[in-house]
């Protein structure tokens, strides 16, 4: 009996004043008494209210999310810190309960951690990433989806309460934390940084693992460019290092001032183009830190007045240093040149021969004549002429010419798909074993997917032509939006010559005419559409026209074309004549033309290389299609 009036005066004392009951050796007994329970019971039901947005029109369940045994908890912690790994104890909220900076740099011992689960029974479980550790982790947000898409080495994997997953791996020296790597739901933390662990549980749910493996690998620094040296003499860019639980925020009285300061802060060390990019995400996260946050429009208020502010000093800072990187990248480029020793021009020019393959025919006589014996390789050809008048079967005829001496073709192709060019090909009665290579879909025109292709297939099929159908379709690897379609055709039709010269293969590129009004005169190399660049980078200029009926013989007609179909376009009349002409030869200046007739879908010379025996007489004389 009087035991119980000691405790009911005990409880009396707590209630009164707070505080809570040691033992002789000063230590926390984990005494509270009842009235202490309800109330921080009642807090934090209080709490919970306050962070729950109130149902509208129909009473929802909220369910607690369940909590792993207490002990379970302790018993994981106990066991991380025997192996080397710093622990902290966390809230539901995924707050540390504890000041935690001084466990970047040491392991908290056995009492310590006891006595924090002591102090916080309902403490969920905390992991110091960083050297410390040895841990650095992959945090990929629920948003972001599965983490696999990401395709980083396979490791111990957790799923997070809220559906997000952490990817472990050991700590290399360097990582530190990264929030929304390239713009996505995907954050870094190594040094300095923690991550909740099973068997722990916060407001949305439950931790546990998804896969276990016997060793960690390291952590993939190269997939996150984490060797990229930190800004030095203003050279290199820093990447921004923030970590939003060790960002503390500001009252409703400093919130302003405070964000103003903390955007400055942050705009210095990353290039203006990628503020919004990279910063904007970070400063929207830090908001939510300030008690209360700021409304997201007062926010770019502010946001946008720093950078207003800003961006002209930065803008000059920044111009500074790409100039500087741009010479340093020029230097480098230079000093790793190789055999550019100067020497007479005789000895360049038998380096030149020694190594150079057979020349390739077009299967004209007179152009490989004017060629000084067809096309070598790193040269580039534009095959060009009016819609509808032979471009793509003048690529088609040049590729069965090469075909036929076994040389591999490769066609990227935007306006005839797979099957119809197949059937294009079989109606030439091309040879069945012609090595004629295409991707096997063109989803895109960019330049970097095209030059990917084109040493795909020149690393497995040994390519030496490729000829792409229309240039129209194709986009430079660096673009702006203010770029005039003939700067893009320049961009483009310089990467295709530099490609073919430093593969050494033999490219053709299909290019359009423009619009003719009353046309009298052949076309000329003017007349190529959108830019002069395209005719003044090429080796060399073809430029396909059909012959028109002339008005006065339209009686005749029929009977000059007999055993033959004529097309008819817009009160034009065509005959299946055509002059092919050779408008620019860049190593010996001469032209000429070829007149043919166009037959089986193949243009046929008066004085072709190649004997044309293997045409079926008996067949239905082609006309020129609309794809052509």
Known sequence: MPEENDNEQVNVLLDTFGGKVVDDQGKDTGYRSPKQIETKQSAEALKGLLDVPEPENEQKTVEKAPTAPINAILDEALRNAKDGRSVIPVGKDKVP????????????TEDEIRGWWRDYPE???????????????????????????????????????SGGYHLFYQMVEGVRNRAKIGGQDVDIRGEGGYVIIPPSSNNAGEY???????????????????????MDDNRYEKRVDFDPFQFEGFDSGGRNDGMAKFIGSILNDVRPERWEELLWPIVLDANQKNRPPLPDNELKLTWDSICGRESTESLAKWDAVKQVEAEQQTKALIDNIKGDEVVLLREAAADIRKNMKPTVSTGFAIFDGAMNGGLRDGDLTVISGLTGQGKTSLGRTFTMHMCRTDLPVMWLSYEVPADIMDDKFRAMQIPKNSKIYVPRIMPTGEMAWVIKKIIEGIDKFKIRVVIIDLIDFLEPSKKKNSDSEALVLKRITAELKNLSRERGIIMFIMAHVRKQQNRKETLNLQDIAHSSSISQLSDYVF??????????????????NAGHTIIEKKDVIYTPTSTIYLRKNRYTGILDKAICKYEDEVFIPNESVMPLSYLRQDKPRFVLGMDG
């Open 97 to 108: 309960l504890i000041s935690w900076k001084e466990f970047h740099t040491r392991i908290a």
């Open 123 to 161: 403490a969920q479980l905390g992991l110091v990433t960083g050297s410390i550790s040895g841990i650095a982790v992959v945090d990929v947000e629920k948003e972001f989806g599965d983490y696999k898409k990401l395709n980083l080495p396979a490791t111990m994997v957790s799923q997070t309460g």
């Open 208 to 230: 546990k693992w998804l896969e276990k493996v016997e060793t960690l690998p390291a952590f993939p620094v190269h997939i996150f460019d984490f060797e990229k040296p930190v």
């Open 543 to 560: 430029i396909i026209e059909r012959t028109q009926a002339k008005p006065e013989k339209d009686n005749r007609l029929k009977e000059m």
